[in-house]
């Protein structure tokens, strides 16, 4: 069965302390890997689209990874105005219709 | 910019009353989607549109029905609210093609008292 995980569920950092985020896939084949912003009570932001391992896509102080299992969100330096939730979506190979698979979300909260 | 509009940010219904929710995206994209939202459950597949009146049923399309009469213009439709459907919607709309990514509204939360 597909499936997304996404850990940690919730990362709490002071303000410039660089970490990652990860997600993690079991796909029979993948199509896409997708990240989105989700700030409290507002609809997902596009952050970037990776399609092959290996690819790296970069903005501002964010910079996803993707490898034949896992995707990295790395947050360098991060600033009080990067807290949100940080959600991946999977575009598996085998489906009927273009749906995508979300995973549940890692909460960032940056402390100044 | 991809721009999706939902009617309403907040809205407040009683139980047994039928609900409209509607999208509107101006970006000519054949995929328009519905999701809810909801703490700890992430988010989950209502209906999808391929095309104008094509529909197809997601993950959880029971209490739930949709309307595509214009490519831009996706509505969905709680036929009688019920209190299980207090959520965050979502309304998504994506180009037809291989790995398409798709771009969300702003969110509808919805209370069902």
């Known amino acids: 069965e597909d499936q997304v995980t996404q850990s940690p569920e919730a990362l709490r950092l002071q303000e410039g302390e660089s970490s990652s985020l990860n997600c993690s896939y079991t796909v029979s084949g993948l199509r896409g890997l997708f990240w989105y912003r989700q700030d409290p009570g507002k609809g997902p932001e596009f952050l970037f689209t990776?399609?092959?391992a290996g690819e790296e896509k970069e903005k501002e102080r964010l910079k996803a990874t993707l490898t034949k299992k896992e995707s990295f969100l790395h947050i360098t330096a991060p600033k009080p105005e990067d807290s949100a939730t940080y959600l991946c979506?999977?575009?598996?190979?085998?489906?009927?219709?273009?749906?995508?698979?979300f995973g549940p979300g890692t909460s960032l909260s940056v402390i100044p | 910019d991809v721009k999706v509009t939902q009617s309403s940010r907040y809205l407040v219904k009683r139980t047994g009353e039928k609900v409209f929710l509607e999208c509107v995206q101006d970006?000519?994209?054949?995929?328009m989607f519905w999701y809810r939202q909801d703490p700890g459950l992430g988010l989950r597949l209502i209906y999808f549109?391929?095309?104008?009146?094509?529909?197809e049923k997601g993950d959880i399309p029971e209490g739930y029905s949709v309307s595509r009469e214009k490519k831009e213009r996706f509505s969905l439709i709680l036929e009688s609210a019920s209190t299980n459907q207090t959520s965050m919607y979502l309304c998504?709309?994506?180009?037809?093609?291989?790995?398409?990514?798709?771009?969300f509204g702003p969110g509808t939360r919805l209370l069902v008292l």
């Open positions: 970006m000519d994209h054949e995929n």
């Open positions: 549109s391929y095309d104008v009146k094509m529909k």
């Open positions: 990776l399609y092959s």
């Open positions: 979506a999977v575009h598996p190979l085998k489906t009927s219709y273009d749906k995508v698979i």
């Open positions: 998504a709309s994506s180009h037809r093609a291989v790995q398409e990514t798709q771009y």
